[in-house]
């Protein structure tokens, strides 16, 4: 899952990146309304935390275009305005959740996660395939009940093939939601990570296997 950061100030921003980089995530970050209009069109966001301060506009009014969109994800205001009514302007702005700072970090990515756990979110779902079951919130993989330790992106890229079992994931889907903007990605990084889940997999017994649509992308298919 991809995450944006709209958050000026550098040392905060990059300590919350690190955080929920750690909590499984991929994080773009950018310091502008400017930089956060530029990157949201272009990129699926599962879900945006937001600074309301920031040197080139409000985040009220970056916020209230996002609700604007057909499609927005939601949204985690993070701001020193600790009033009542900044709290509810915020709300009634479109907000889904409201921190004030200084905040606890382990309580911003509990309170991402839990945004995300609403019906319709990405998280909460415990995600079966044959005898392999992936649970989204721990972020661990079962075959037969037994823990099969695998790297984040392997974990990742086992996620999207599980949520479209039996549909081709595009290859350019897997790096868009694996990577953030500025990572270096070689073009065979998606390659090599799933040939090292395919062998996990094969070595841990799974029943379900992964095949390689050439040119396209990958699919995963329930062998019970």
């Known amino acids: 899952m ?58 009220l009014r970056l916020l209230t275009d996002l609700r604007c969109r057909p499609e927005s994800p939601p949204v985690l205001v993070l701001t020193a305005r600790d009033t009542v009514e900044d709290r509810v302007a915020g709300l009634d702005a479109g907000a889904d959740d409201y921190l004030v700072k200084p905040f606890a970090m382990v309580e ?68 868009e939601k694996l990577y953030g903007m500025g990572e270096e990605l070689e073009s065979n990084a998606i390659p090599v990570h799933v040939h090292h889940l395919r062998r996990k997999l094969m070595e841990a017994e799974a029943s379900c296997a992964i095949h390689t649509v050439r040119g396209i992308g990958y699919f995963l298919e329930d062998g019970r």
């Open 2 to 59: 991809r995450l944006l950061i709209i958050e000026d100030e550098r040392r905060i921003a990059d300590l919350v990146a690190a955080a929920l980089k750690q909590a499984g995530f991929t994080v773009d970050a950018v310091g502008t309304v400017a930089d956060a209009a530029a990157a949201l069109p272009v990129n699926a966001y599962d879900g945006v935390v937001l600074d309301l301060g920031l040197p080139d506009g409000d985040g």
């Open 108 to 175: 911003l990515v509990a309170r991402m996660k839990a945004l995300l756990r609403r019906p319709g979110g990405p998280l909460g779902v415990r995600l079966e395939a044959g005898n392999v079951a992936l649970d989204t919130i721990g972020r661990d993989v079962q075959v037969c009940g037994q823990v099969v330790p695998l790297a984040r992106q392997e974990i990742a890229i086992l996620e999207h093939l599980m949520r479209r079992l039996g549909r081709v994931v595009p290859k350019a889907v897997l790096e």
